[in-house]
């Protein structure tokens, strides 16, 4: 970041003008307004379909990312390197003003599509991302993902010529107005400073879970660095039963558990089942969380007598 | 230093006082919160001759970074000692790794599994680092490859933390 522009001086003994007033105001004012126009924040989530087999259910090609804040997609990035009977995929959204983005693909190449374009999200409405492929025959898919670069806005209150107390010729300089001036000034750069408005999204997915089968140890711990960054909500998405269920455990890098957010809505952690939407009333946490160093997300179930599930993923949404 | 409500004549060093303060709280506060992006890397069963595009996973910028924290994870129970390494590259359009981007800096991290070591893992805070710092560059696109020494690990996992302050116009 920048130092300010330079500094009016105000010297004893000499007569204060309107004009050198304005000047140091209409610098003041300059230098928020270059803050403001930062006001946009930018996060990435990638979905992931690698594995996919032909003989998957709808589901298996839907994510359903709920956040409880307000977003846009403002750009896509869909990677494939294809598989055997592929010639090509293609992702669409429900967003509004998601561009459905193409392309054709090619058996162990990485072939790359990108999208720029403006899609909303409401706060807590449920956005679906839909992955087509088209194919000649039976396939497992290979390694494809897609990369969404999402914006988020702190909203800052502008500063207007009118909240600045410029001094017109012939007026005399009123100490009133000043002060309401360099108060109103103060609250445009707090409000230019909302810390609660940078949002990201973290995906941690797996895919066919064999019946009766445990999730390996190996495979069901993701570390997050904290760094700041605040636990908003969760989502505990799977295409099974609700009975058979996966269980997402938050602790901190030492062990100790996380307290998450218990304003989910129905279902500790939310779940849904195959076919609907997420079930849960997503809202924003009152209360944030985070640990000194690391979050450890664990993804269990019970083995014994649990049905095979083909997608299961947990969605954090962080702040920070 | 705090406003100086300013009454009847007004001063010089008084409205100095206030001016400054206003550009203290705008230096402070506009640089002050600091946002975060993370970019993740997981292999299933990582080989040392992985599967076309398995081993690699591809962004682009989306802002000006620092890199912040660099983790890598490996789960092992192979009776067999390996060494799994993350390397962080800038690569162009066709794929090829370019150092440009990266202000010529390699970022690489190795983890080492001992035999039947079942999990080991590395987490270097950049934060802190004394070294030169690296940058990527806002549009530009990167790529995490992992690669694996010998035979097979259940599961690779590495990620970057990257690190955005806020500039003025």
Redesign the interface.
């Known amino acids: 970041m920048s130092k300010s522009r330079s500094v009016v001086s105000f010297n004893a003994n000499t007569t204060l003008t309107p004009t050198k007033l304005n000047k140091a105001w209409d610098r003041l004012a300059i230098d928020l307004r270059d803050v403001i126009q930062q006001r946009y924040t930018y996060s990435n989530f990638t979905l992931d379909w690698t594995g996919l087999p032909s003989t998957g259910i709808a589901e298996d090609f839907i994510f359903r990312i709920k956040a409880p804040f307000l977003y846009k997609v403002v750009g896509i990035e869909l990677v494939s390197y294809g598989a055997a009977n592929v010639t090509g995929i293609s992702i669409a959204s429900s967003l509004t003003g998601f561009v459905t983005t193409s392309l054709t693909t090619t058996t162990g190449t990485k072939v790359l599509a990108t999208g720029n374009f403006q899609a909303f999200n409401v706060s807590g409405a449920e956005a679906t991302f839909t992955l087509t492929v088209t194919s000649t025959g039976a396939y497992t898919l290979g390694k494809t993902y897609l990369n969404v670069l999402l914006q988020c806005d702190r909203a800052p209150v502008e500063l207007t010529d009118a909240n600045i107390p410029f001094v017109a010729s012939g007026e005399a300089v009123a100490a009133a107005k000043q002060n309401t001036g360099f108060t109103t000034y103060e609250s445009r750069v707090t409000s230019s400073n909302n810390a609660n408005s940078h949002n990201s999204i973290i995906v941690f997915i797996r895919r066919n879970i064999a019946a009766a089968a445990t999730i390996p140890t190996s495979d069901r711990d993701l570390r997050i660095p904290s760094d700041g960054r605040r636990l908003n909500t969760v989502d505990t998405v799977h295409t099974g039963a609700l009975t058979n269920n996966i269980v997402m455990t938050i602790t901190d890098e030492t062990g100790a558990t996380v307290v998450t957010a218990t304003t989910n809505g129905s279902g500790a952690p939310p779940n849904k089942t195959q076919g609907t939407s997420v079930n849960d009333t997503q809202t924003e946490s009152a209360t944030y969380t985070n640990p000194a160093k690391d979050y450890k997300l664990t993804m269990t179930r019970a083995g014994a007598g649990a049905a095979a599930i083909s997608l299961a993923y947990f969605v954090l949404y962080m702040k920070g | 230093m705090s ?1 100086t ?4 004549v ?4 008084a ?2 006082n ?6 203290n ?3 402070s ?12 890397i997981e292999t ?1 069963d990582l080989t040392n001759a992985p ?4 081993n ?5 910028a ?2 000006d970074l620092e890199l ?2 660099v ?1 890598l ?1 490996m ?1 092992n ?1 192979n009776l067999v000692s390996k060494v799994v390494t993350m390397t962080l590259t800038a690569i162009d359009s066709a ?1 090829t790794s370019v150092t440009k981007y990266l202000l010529d800096q390699s970022v690489t991290v190795n983890v080492t599994g001992a035999t039947a070591a ?2 080991n ?1 590395t ?1 270097q805070d950049w934060s802190s680092f004394s070294g030169t710092k690296v940058f990527l560059a806002k549009g530009v696109t990167y790529r995490l490859t992992l690669t694996c020494s010998a035979d097979t690990v ?2 690779a ?1 590495g ?1 970057i ?1 990257t ?7």
Request: net charge positive; no cysteine; charged share 20%.
């Open positions: 406003l409500t300013l009454t009847g007004i001063s010089s060093s409205l100095n206030n001016f400054s303060d206003k550009l709280s705008l230096d506060q506009a640089g002050s919160i600091p946002t975060f992006h993370q970019f993740n299933l599967a076309a595009g398995t690699i996973a591809d962004f682009t989306p802002d912040w924290v983790g994870s789960w129970t794929g079942e999990f893992a987490r259940d599961r996992y990620f933390v690190r955005v302050r806020r500039r003025r116009a």
